[in-house]
């Protein structure tokens, strides 16, 4: 849970950074670093704390995911 606010936490620079950037005229650049920066926070925010319960405190668990709103912000970036 931690992990994943850290995460949410980490966004705001990167949303300033990214309006600082399109105010300079590099669109690009503001759209990469968005796309970039959300991957990550998914990747980290849900892989570590799953990561961990699989390897480290239930060797060979599986994570089961019961909130469709869940799977749905995960596929659709």
Not at 13 to 31: E, F, N, T, Y
């Amino acid at each position: 849970m931690g992990i994943t606010f850290l995460a949410a936490g980490t966004s705001v620079p990167d949303c300033m950074a990214s309006l600082i950037v399109a105010r300079q005229g590099l669109g690009d650049m503001a759209v990469s670093n968005t796309i970039g920066s959300n991957v990550f926070d998914i990747l980290v925010g849900l892989g570590v704390p799953w990561g961990l319960q699989t390897m480290a405190i239930d060797y060979g668990s599986t994570v089961c995911i019961l909130n469709i709103f869940l799977m749905f912000s995960f596929f659709s970036i």
